[in-house]
């Protein structure tokens, strides 16, 4: 239970590093160079220039490193798994064999070029939004998708729809605890039994957390309207973000960098 | 009445109409409501007070007769965002009405609405947070709040659309006693300092005591107007509209029928302590 209010929307920790200053758009737009970059190189030598691009980063956003590295743990499981399929299932030349299991020299390139691939877009992508907080990484996106909307994109809508979700993220967590304690009291287990019988046992909490998370959007859909909420339309944004020199050294800098590297290796 | 602000003219409304659930909510309501006062309603569940509410700022529109905010008819489309910067609304469940992510951002989301530029609106969320008390937690998640603190947040996001009128549909139903306090310091001063028109919407009567003019609602009409004391001193017709009086109120007319004699209109503890003192 204690869990359930442990959670942290997003991962953002608080600082005042340059990173941590840029633009909102700077950032997602570097992020979006590095991954550019990543896919582009094929060899050795260009993941060492990302490497040294994301390493960069992390020194300059003054993170704790073993914070940073902490974000690969959820995906470590999909890294092995790509890292193993990589080296026993890839044709070339047998460096060792039992069997049918072979590993090959080709194998074991593809699997440590793939490996640090991935290890580099997750810590590269966790900068960002360690060093972003949720609000300004909404309002980045929104401004970035804004000249999308010609061809359909719902900047706007999709940036409230975030916005809402950040909003009510909590108060939900806090009445799924308070309907899980109302449960408990009247002999609901939630804890014991296999997967199957814990996942059934959850639909007791699930139906009165939906019905309640429908009533609470209808209140809000009035409320919003009450406050003559009408779509973009029209609408001015209380904080507007602001390119600054450091942004334009930071995105001239790293065009040059992905450019180059992605063009030479 | 032409310096009404808000003026209900034989207003109708009927919820599903020509469906089995035919109901009305609202039945023949002319009233109206003047700059600077402080109105509140009274009614038991279901009395229609909350949907008397709703049509002040279109939210809900009559079935028939009208509704006119300054002079602006609810149910011209062209008006209606003009009637809602007017008349602001806060509601009863302060979890479902509070939209952004921090206290300043979900205070500016009304102005954001009405298009006013950037730095205007940085002033207007400092003004509002500071009229309603609460400008040290303008960077607060409002999850991190109190009930009042959430309702007063919710008052601010209105003050800071510069209305003439806020409408509060059962603001303080959900709060514990020390919320219900703040929540109705803060409305009490808007209303005298800032000279901003209230529309209460309550069943608590002490809320009530504190009005300008009280309207009692029974099943879809008005059945009562006046100044608290003309309301409450009619003490026998509110326990047939099934609704309490103000414990002075009651206890002034449990001593009466015990053969004192004191005034009717008795409402708080110190007139009470001064008319049995005499």
């Known amino acids: ?109 593809r699997g440590a070029m793939m490996g640090t691939r991935l290890v580099l877009l997750v810590l590269g992508t966790s900068i ?105 339309e029209g609408r001015t944004k209380f904080r507007e973000l602001q390119f600054a020199v450091r942004d334009g050294a930071c995105l001239a800098g790293v065009t040059v960098f992905t450019v180059v590297v992605s063009v030479l290796f | 009445m032409a310096d009404a602000l808000i003026e209900f003219r034989n207003v109708n409304h009927i919820y599903g109409k020509g469906t089995q659930q035919e109901w009305d909510a609202l039945i023949d309501v002319s009233v109206s409501i003047r700059p600077g006062e402080f109105v509140a309603v009274l009614g038991h569940n279901g009395s229609g007070k909350s949907t008397l509410a709703k049509h002040a700022n279109a939210l809900l529109l009559p079935s ?31 979890d479902n009405q509070l939209v952004a992510t921090t206290v300043e951002e979900d205070v500016a989301f009304g102005p954001e609405n009405l298009g006013v530029p950037s730095p205007e609106i940085r002033r207007r969320v400092d003004e509002a947070l500071l009229a309603v008390d609460m400008l040290e937690y303008r960077l607060h998640s409002p999850h991190q709040l109190s009930g009042g603190q959430k309702q007063r947040v919710a008052i601010a996001g209105m003050i800071a659309m510069r209305p003439k009128c806020i409408v509060l549909d059962e603001p303080t139903a959900m709060l514990d006693p020390v919320g219900r306090q703040e929540v109705m310091q803060t409305v009490r001063r808007l209303n005298e300092e800032e000279n901003i028109t209230v529309l209460h919407i309550t069943h608590y009567m002490d809320e009530a005591i504190f009005a300008d003019r009280i309207l009692v609602m029974e099943s879809g009409r008005i059945a009562l107007e006046g100044t608290p004391a003309q309301v409450f001193s009619q003490v026998d017709t509110l326990y047939k509209l099934q609704l309490d009086v103000p414990q002075m109120t009651a206890l002034a007319h449990r001593l009466n029928k015990r053969g004192f004699s004191l005034p009717a209109d008795t409402l708080t503890v110190d007139e009470l302590v001064n008319q049995l003192c005499q």
Request: hydrophobic share 50%; charged share 20%; glycine share 8%.
């Open chain 2, 64 to 94: 028939s007769g009208c509704v006119l905010v300054d002079g602006m008819d609810t149910r011209d489309e062209e008006t209606v965002w003009d009637i809602r910067q007017r008349v602001g609304m806060v509601f009863q469940n302060p």
């Open chain 1, 1 to 109: 239970m204690a869990m359930l209010r442990n959670i942290t929307i997003g991962q953002y920790v608080p600082g005042d590093s340059w990173i941590h200053r840029l633009d909102p758009r700077t950032k997602i737009l570097a992020t979006m160079a590095l991954i550019a970059l990543l896919f582009l190189v094929q060899s050795f030598p260009g993941y060492g220039f990302a490497a040294l691009y994301v390493l960069a980063a992390v020194y300059v956003s003054k993170l704790p490193p073993r914070y940073v590295i902490r974000g690969l743990r959820p995906l470590l499981v999909i890294i092995i798994l790509t890292l193993t399929l990589h080296i026993f299932m890839t044709d070339g030349r047998v460096l060792w064999q039992w069997g049918f299991i072979s590993i090959t020299w080709e194998g074991l390139v």
């Open chain 1, 128 to 232: 960002l939004t360690l060093t972003t907080s949720p609000i300004h990484l909404t309002d980045g996106i929104e401004s970035l998708l804004k000249p999308g909307k010609p061809i359909g994109i719902p900047a706007h809508e999709l940036a409230m729809m975030m916005t809402i979700a950040l909003r009510f993220i909590p108060t939900l967590l806090e009445e799924t605890e308070k309907i899980m304690k109302a449960q408990m009291a009247r002999g609901a287990d939630f804890e014991s039994g296999n997967l199957l019988q814990r996942a059934k046992n959850l639909i007791p909490l699930l139906v009165p957390l939906f019905i309640s998370a429908f009533r609470r959007a209808d209140d809000l859909a009035v409320a919003m309207e009450a406050r003559g909420y009408r779509g973009g």
